[in-house]
């Protein structure tokens, strides 16, 4: 069983005026109803056959019970075919045995007759049966008589029900369908019993994820769960709804914070913008090249800032557009080193670039792969102090003994490493997600908007690759990618 809670905090009270209340005995009656009638069809059906079989079976026995008793009957009918050949003085035979008071039988109101082989009854019966075909389920429960290994005849049993069956055959007949009138309502009340507790085992858990579904789509922050007590198909609904409420709740979280880092990333330049503006509209600062440029680096950075949202929002959804094509990745990567060479510089940092003179050419979108090796060299050299190494590395999975896994193909790995400060284990699991930084004041004096770690991601995985990072505190960090065979060039 599950139990729907409130979802929500603050919101919880408007979910709860919005959503109507499930409509009460909707499923459970009809459940009800169903195992009902279920039930009932089965007992009616049970019954009737029940009352049939009986019936017939009651009469084959008395049939069966008749024939039995004429045993002797039949020898003697017998030993005439075989000293005759045929049955013309038969009925003197018959008439013998009902003036000795045993024609009827067990029961009473029976008749014997005697049918030839072809199944035509030539004595026992009133005159005007006799010469027509006997009955064929008669003949089949008849006493076959037999001469010299040959069916010569038959003799059958048949019975006048009305005045056959005396009273203690009647009183059988009425204990039967007692019982099975009794059993039927015993059936009955058991599976009302039984269908109501399962339609309701049934009906409410489901009434109560309907209940909470109203209240998330009511606009209610899914922050609790239903409780889940069953393995059955209802226990995994309510696991799978514990799944999306969760998921509903980290995507809402997600949705807030990425605002107020956004509304964060925006203000610093436009801060800056409206300063130098109002300025120059005080005259506090001449309208010249050296304070407009000011202004136009800031308006350069909201335009990275927007078009890196706007990457990042495409390649989530999954409608960036890749222009692939023939690419050298050594090439590529020591082109990308290359450009960090005045950086390396400035800051007396090592730069060093190696890539596997044997990595052959693939079909890979240069730009976008550019975009990864530049966000993830900045972020290197953001992070190493002076004095300090940064590290990209190309090879084959096949060719870095470090890179191999078994069940995967061949493959392109980049590593770019440095001997910054390292990531902080609790921190590793956040480092690509969107505006994460490891300054916690968010301050801009180290650089970087946040999204460099979380486009990279996406990029590579519009490749169908993976990234990935390593991290030691106070030894330094190793970001990389790789890339499957199946981009290599045809």
């Known amino acids: 069983m599950v139990r729907g809670e409130a979802l929500g905090e603050g919101g919880g009270a408007r979910g709860s005026a919005a959503a109507a209340p499930p409509p009460r005995g909707g499923l459970w009656l009809k459940l009800t109803v169903a195992f009902l009638s279920v039930a009932l069809l089965?007992?009616?059906?049970?019954?009737?056959?029940?009352?049939?079989?009986t019936t017939a079976e009651f009469r084959h026995y008395m049939v069966r019970g008749q024939l039995t008793d004429a045993q002797e009957l039949a020898r003697r009918l017998e030993s005439y075919y075989a000293a005759n050949g045929d049955w013309d003085g038969a009925a003197a035979i018959l008439g013998e045995r009902r003036g000795e008071g045993r024609g009827a039988g067990r029961g009473g109101?029976?008749?014997?007759?005697?049918?030839?082989?072809?199944?035509?009854?030539?004595?026992?019966?009133?005159?005007?049966?006799?010469?027509?075909?006997?009955?064929?389920?008669?003949?089949?429960?008849?006493?076959?008589?037999?001469?010299?290994?040959?069916?010569?005849?038959?003799?059958v049993a048949s019975y006048d029900w009305e005045s056959a069956f005396g009273y203690i055959e009647e009183e059988y007949l009425a204990r039967v369908n007692r019982?099975?009138?009794?059993?039927?309502?015993?059936?009955v009340g058991a599976a009302l019993l039984l269908g109501t507790f399962l339609a309701w085992r049934i009906a409410t858990p489901i009434r109560q994820l309907t209940s909470a579904a109203e209240q998330i789509a009511a606009g209610s922050s899914p922050t609790s769960r239903v409780a889940i007590?069953?393995?059955?198909?209802?226990?995994?609904?309510?696991a799978s709804f514990d799944r999306m409420a969760g998921s509903l709740a980290q995507a809402d979280e997600r949705r807030r914070r990425m605002t107020a880092d956004i509304a964060h990333e925006l203000r610093t330049p436009l801060s800056v913008i409206q300063g130098q503006v109002e300025a120059i509209q005080d005259g506090v600062f001449p309208a010249d090249p050296q304070h407009l440029a000011h202004i136009h680096d800031e308006v350069l950075l909201l335009?990275?800032?927007?078009?890196?949202?706007?990457?990042?929002?495409?390649?989530?959804?999954?409608?960036?557009?890749?222009?692939?094509?023939?690419?050298?990745?050594?090439?590529?990567?020591?082109?990308?080193?290359?450009?960090?060479s005045?950086?390396?510089?400035?800051?007396?940092?090592?730069?060093?670039?190696?890539?596997?003179?044997?990595?052959?050419?693939?079909?890979?979108?240069?730009?976008?792969i550019e975009q990864v090796l530049t966000n993830l060299l900045a972020n290197a050299f953001r992070h190493t102090p002076e004095g300090g190494r940064v590290v990209v590395r190309a090879s084959l999975r096949s060719d870095d003994p470090g890179q191999r896994s078994e069940g995967r193909s061949e493959g392109l790995v980049v590593q770019v490493c440095d001997t910054g400060s390292g990531i902080p284990a609790s921190d590793l699991p956040y480092v690509f997600d969107r505006f994460w930084r490891g300054d916690k004041s968010r301050s801009r004096d180290r650089g970087g908007a946040g999204l460099?770690?979380?486009?990279?991601?996406?990029?590579?995985?519009?490749?169908?690759?993976?990234?990935?990072?390593e991290s030691a505190p106070g030894e330094g960090t190793c970001f990389a990618f790789e890339l499957p065979i199946v981009s290599r060039e045809a």
Request: cysteine-free.
């Open 452 to 469: 460099g770690l979380a486009i990279a991601r996406q990029l590579v995985e519009a490749h169908d690759g993976r990234i990935w990072v």
């Open 109 to 155: 109101g029976g008749q014997l007759y005697l049918a030839d082989a072809n199944g035509r009854i030539v004595a026992g019966a009133a005159s005007g049966g006799l010469g027509q075909q006997a009955d064929e389920e008669a003949l089949a429960d008849g006493l076959a008589l037999e001469v010299g290994g040959e069916r010569v005849g038959t003799i």
């Open 179 to 187: 019982a099975l009138l009794w059993g039927a309502l015993g059936a």
């Open 229 to 238: 007590r069953t393995r059955d198909e209802i226990g995994q609904l309510a």
């Open 303 to 340: 335009n990275r800032l927007v078009e890196d949202l706007r990457t990042l929002a495409l390649a989530e959804a999954g409608h960036l557009q890749l222009q692939k094509g023939p690419v050298d990745p050594a090439a590529l990567v020591a082109r990308v080193g290359a450009s960090f």
């Open 42 to 53: 089965a007992v009616v059906l049970v019954a009737v056959l029940a009352n049939r079989v």
């Open 342 to 368: 005045p950086l390396a510089g400035e800051k007396t940092v090592e730069l060093e670039v190696d890539a596997a003179p044997d990595i052959p050419r693939m079909m890979l979108d240069a730009h976008r």
